[in-house]
């Protein structure tokens, strides 16, 4: 397996295999019923473009992953629909430097792929620590196993489960956000009341 490299595999919801080798994946998308799941965190350049090569991923596609800011998009291709979304998290407070952005984020890059037998979502996140991702793939993997009767509906199950994730963490992100400015609020106002 690829360092920093997931796989899973599905038949009729059932998880079959984990972590197998990117050389199995095209494989597996050929049988009946199958569904499979990538998922690469800052991965090696050659590693994502032979992955593509044999997906047979759009050129266009493979260069928004690689570039370094995009924007939140989705395009739809004749194999596969890709997608760009940010994760967000609010980081702690930098009392050394109140001008630093608290504010986190990490790009999840996503080719939903359709046709053919089987089913499949490869999943390109970009962070800054691979240790402290913004973006918790693992909770993303925990609701499907909780859901797994949905994942017999193929890839827009999977599509669904982590764009669920996505979008979560975004809103506890401004509730928290929400929470600070209603916090300096008050200081500002209780400082007036008492001069």
């Keep these: 397996m690829t360092e920093g490299c997931r796989t899973r595999l599905w038949f009729n919801g059932e998880l079959k295999a984990e972590n197998f080798p990117l050389a199995d994946v095209s494989e597996h998308l050929h049988e009946q019923g199958a569904l499979v799941w990538v998922d690469m965190c800052n991965p090696d350049h050659q590693v994502l473009c032979e992955l593509a090569d044999e997906l047979g991923f759009d050129e266009n596609a493979v260069e928004d992953v690689v570039a370094r800011s995009e924007r939140t998009k989705a395009t739809r291709y004749a194999t596969h629909t890709f997608l760009t979304v940010y ?19 990490g790009r999840v890059s996503i080719f939903v792929l359709h046709g053919g037998k089987g089913g499949g979502v490869v999943t390109v996140r970009h962070e800054t620590d691979p240790q402290k991702p913004v973006f918790d793939i693992d909770e993303v993997v ?15 199950a999977l599509l669904h489960g982590l764009l669920d994730v996505v979008v979560d963490g975004q809103f506890d992100t401004i509730q928290q956000l929400d929470d600070a400015i209603e916090s300096l ?3 500002l106002f209780d400082d007036r009341a008492q001069t």
């Design 185 to 187: 609020e008050d200081g």
């Design 87 to 105: 994760a967000t998290e609010l980081g702690p407070p930098q009392l050394e430097n109140d001008l630093v952005s608290r504010l986190l984020t």
């Design 142 to 156: 925990r609701r499907w196993d909780d859901n797994s009767d949905l994942l017999r509906l193929g890839s827009p």
